[in-house]
């Protein structure tokens, strides 16, 4: 499925051979996340990578980058992540060496000119009032600070209005620098290649880009004796309602459980959420639940969106199913979930981006990469009573956190009843 080599600098290449497609995906991760951040300057991160789109040695205007891609028919993208931050661009095959050529300027090249790092930072400080404004967004900035509060998990990955108000060009050139690390880079390219291909073409732009690493490192703090709330009242025509509980590491055995018991949960159509709140209730349109795994904290959060006047009723209902999941799920239920896992991730992979993205992020995040069949074994080998384990420990009332945003109406201090 894929070939590693690691250069001299330490940059580690991975390529995964789909002879079957026209498209080449190109993948560079660099362990540059804001959890790595100090508190002083949270969201540097996210404001680095909207800069190296601004401008290089080579490319001096943010125009340049932008035609060079859109020339050849290419898409261009980047995102920051707690514990990573990845620059992606997908092309034709003819055009893999641009591709390549683009993503090693920007990272490595970049100017961070004065001009074009001011008005940057307005962009950013809108993107922050943006998700501010929205509340599935400010829901999320909720939910985290209760799962992990005063803590790197539970800070917004954008930062907030002060911190990148405040951090200068000096502290964004040396926090570049000091973060972008061969050591510390995984580039990934998916397509109808050869590995020593790619390798040469790779090796020859990857000179500029200081060997090393980084600690990778930071505090997390799971435990909770009591239910958390946050509520944020705001005007609207709905509220937006999370329930989440600390889940388990990318690391732990337990992940393929976890992940089953949130497909159960809330993962399609005909999950316990979906059928019991909205098709019998008809208490909300958006009902679902996802499980997220980090380096050595976790997370299952359950959403829904309903009116002002049937919040109450939602939360119930929404507990009443997470009670009920912890005894158990049936067989039926469970070989159900785990042949959507399964498919979902299969079908996600037919396209080079993604396995660029899921190969890359793999290797810089756990150092190896599972291949599909690894996988998909994981997923077959979980067992209902590994589920009702998972369920019974995670799933317990001092373990709950409630955020609410939206116009609530009667709901002055909401509280969570006994799983």
Request: hydrophobic share 35%; proline share 4%.
């Amino acid at each position: 499925m894929y070939k590693l080599s690691v250069l001299d600098n330490g940059l580690t290449v991975v390529t995964c051979s789909m002879p079957h497609v026209r498209s080449v995906s190109v993948a560079l991760a660099t362990g540059a996340g804001s959890c790595y951040e100090p508190e002083d300057v949270a969201g540097i991160s996210h404001f680095i990578e909207h800069l190296c789109f601004k401008g290089t040695s080579w490319r001096p205007s943010p125009k340049d980058i932008s035609s060079e891609i859109e020339g050849i028919g290419g898409v261009l993208n980047a995102s920051t992540g707690r514990e990573e931050t990845v620059y992606w661009a997908k092309v034709t095959r003819p055009h893999v060496t641009t591709a390549i050529d683009l993503l090693f300027d920007m990272t490595t090249h970049s100017t961070f000119n004065e001009t074009e790092l001011e008005k940057e930072r307005q962009v950013v400080i809108e993107e922050i009032n943006m998700n501010l404004d929205i509340p599935q967004q400010r829901l999320s900035m909720l939910i985290d600070n209760l799962l992990w509060p005063d803590q790197p998990l539970g800070r917004d990955i954008a930062g907030t209005k002060e911190t990148v108000s405040k951090v200068d060009r000096s502290t964004i050139v040396g926090y570049a620098r000091g973060h972008y690390l061969a050591g510390d880079t995984v580039v990934c390219v998916a397509g109808d290649l050869e590995h020593d291909d790619v390798l040469s073409e790779i090796a020859s732009r990857c000179g500029d880009l200081p060997p090393g690493a980084l600690s990778r490192n930071y505090r997390t703090d799971p435990e909770q004796c009591e239910p958390r709330i946050g509520v944020d009242r705001r005007d609207g025509e709905q509220v937006h309602i999370c329930v989440a509980v600390h889940g388990v590491s990318r690391c732990d055995r337990r992940r393929y459980a976890v992940d089953a018991l949130s497909v159960i949960l809330g993962g399609g159509m005909s999950s316990r959420l979906f059928t019991e709140i909205r098709e019998k209730r008809g208490l909300a349109y958006d009902i679902h639940s996802y499980a997220e795994h980090f380096r050595s904290s976790g997370t299952v959060v359950v959403y829904a969106g309903v009116d002002p006047g049937r919040v109450e009723e939602c939360i119930t209902a929404m507990l009443y199913e997470l009670s009920c999941i912890r005894q158990g799920p049936a067989e039926e239920e469970l070989r159900h979930a785990k042949e959507l896992m399964k498919g979902r991730l299969e079908l996600r992979l037919e396209d080079t981006q993604n396995m660029a993205l899921w190969c890359g992020g793999q290797q810089l995040l756990d150092g190896r990469i599972q291949n599909v069949d690894e996988v998909t074994a994981g997923i077959d080998g979980v067992t209902v009573r590994d589920v009702t384990a998972v369920a019974e420990e995670l799933l317990a009332t001092e373990y709950l956190n409630l955020a609410i945003v939206g116009p609530l109406e009667s709901v002055s201090s909401p509280e969570l009843p006994a799983l």
